[in-house]
């Protein structure tokens, strides 16, 4: 059986926790080394899951072992050049979410794709989720009339990581929406099937991020926070349905977590995650759930996917236009945040 040769760019939190345990239970794909700028926490990486190479640069690893595909886990301002250098070296790319920080970025990203020939795609592993693909399915079908509203929500009531460098606008380029809110926001896209945008606006705060310090996912400094801990925001479509996006790491909600897609259409709605369906038969309203449905971990299923898309037994799932088009609209966000204006497109 032909394996797929990959080799891990940081050595962080998700490398550790999903791709590369991931990686190593898939009969077709192997990790031929692993590399992060910290030489130590490539070592410690490699001694625990057992791989044989390690590096602090990239380019060296690239050159070394020249492996088919890469998956990059780097903080958000390096997935661009990053993803550049492995392409042109000939290798798939699988670069965690978001695509980027700017727009320019993840179009660049997408043309150097089309240009080497090579597959690009992201870590937006809601899309991997049966209850995402039975819905695209019942849409395409026409089931759920026109679609003329979505929401979609991210909130934590005080999820602001404590690890990383998630409280950093110059590293991560901002903070729930780039970094949760976005795995909503691309579900909710692919669904609607990447409708052409007119403008978007939104708000944004950080009153809870530069003041507190009581978190439920670890201690961040006040003085360091430099995102937004909440992002209001709506988008009009040129055919006049629209999406309206809320997320937050901190929130005075009652809730610890929320993550949600709802789409409301014609004939039904719909809301996500969990898959249910709101419509009306023989002049009686009915809500449909679907409690049998198996719960399979996405982390792995769009890992799997990337795999196969690379030995060409599959079709891949998140592509680099798709992306491109999510971080559009994320930046747009942004931009209408700071400035106080819409961004009309
Ligand atoms: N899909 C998901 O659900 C999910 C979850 C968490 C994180 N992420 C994404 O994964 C990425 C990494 O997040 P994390 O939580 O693992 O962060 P992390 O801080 O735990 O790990 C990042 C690692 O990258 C290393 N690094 C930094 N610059 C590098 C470079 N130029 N070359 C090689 N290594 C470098 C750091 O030393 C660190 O070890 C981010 O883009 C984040 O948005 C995705």
């Not at 992060?36 to 390690?54: M, P, Q, V």
Request: aromatic letters at 10%; proline letters at 3%.
């Amino acid at each position: 059986m032909k394996k797929l040769k990959a080799a891990i760019i940081g050595c962080g939190q998700i490398a550790q926790v999903t791709h590369i345990p991931n990686y190593q239970v898939m009969e077709d794909a192997e990790i031929l080394g692993v590399c992060d700028t910290s030489l130590d926490t490539a070592r410690t990486a490699a001694k625990k899951f057992e791989i044989e190479h390690y590096y602090d640069s990239h380019k060296k690893m690239l050159e070394d072992l020249q492996p088919d595909a890469v998956i990059i886990c780097v903080p958000n301002k390096f997935h661009c050049q990053i993803t550049l250098d492995a392409l042109e070296a000939g290798c798939h790319v699988f670069c965690e979410k978001p695509p980027a920080i700017t727009v320019e970025e993840a179009e660049q990203m997408a043309a150097k794709a089309e240009e080497t020939g090579k597959l690009l795609s992201y870590g937006f592993h809601f899309r991997a989720s049966g209850h995402t693909g039975f819905l695209k399915d019942r849409i395409a079908k026409g089931k759920m009339g026109e679609i003329y509203h979505t929401e979609v929500k991210w909130h934590r009531r005080r999820g602001i990581p404590g690890w990383g460098c998630f409280t950093s606008k110059e590293i991560q380029g901002g903070g729930p929406l780039i970094d949760i809110g976005a795995h909503m926001l691309d579900c909710a896209l692919y669904l609607l099937d990447y409708p052409e945008i007119s403008y978007v606006c939104a708000s944004s705060s950080s009153r809870i991020g530069k003041t507190s310090k009581a978190g439920l996912m670890g201690e961040w400094n006040p003085e360091r926070f430099t995102v937004e801990d909440g992002i209001f925001g709506y988008i009009q479509f040129s055919d006049s349905t629209s999406l309206s996006l809320q997320s937050s790491f901190a929130i005075n909600q009652e809730e610890k977590d929320i993550r949600s897609v709802k789409l409301f259409g014609s004939k039904e709605g719909a809301s996500l995650f969990p898959l249910k369906i709101y419509g009306e038969e023989e002049g009686q309203l009915v809500n449909l759930e679907f409690p049998f449905f198996e719960m399979r971990d996405w982390h792995m299923d769009l890992d799997t996917n990337f795999v196969h898309a690379c030995l060409g037994k599959e079709e891949l799932l998140v592509t680099a236009r798709q992306g491109a088009y999510v971080q559009k609209i994320i930046c747009g966000l942004y931009e209408s945040a700071e400035t106080g204006k819409p961004v009309i497109f």
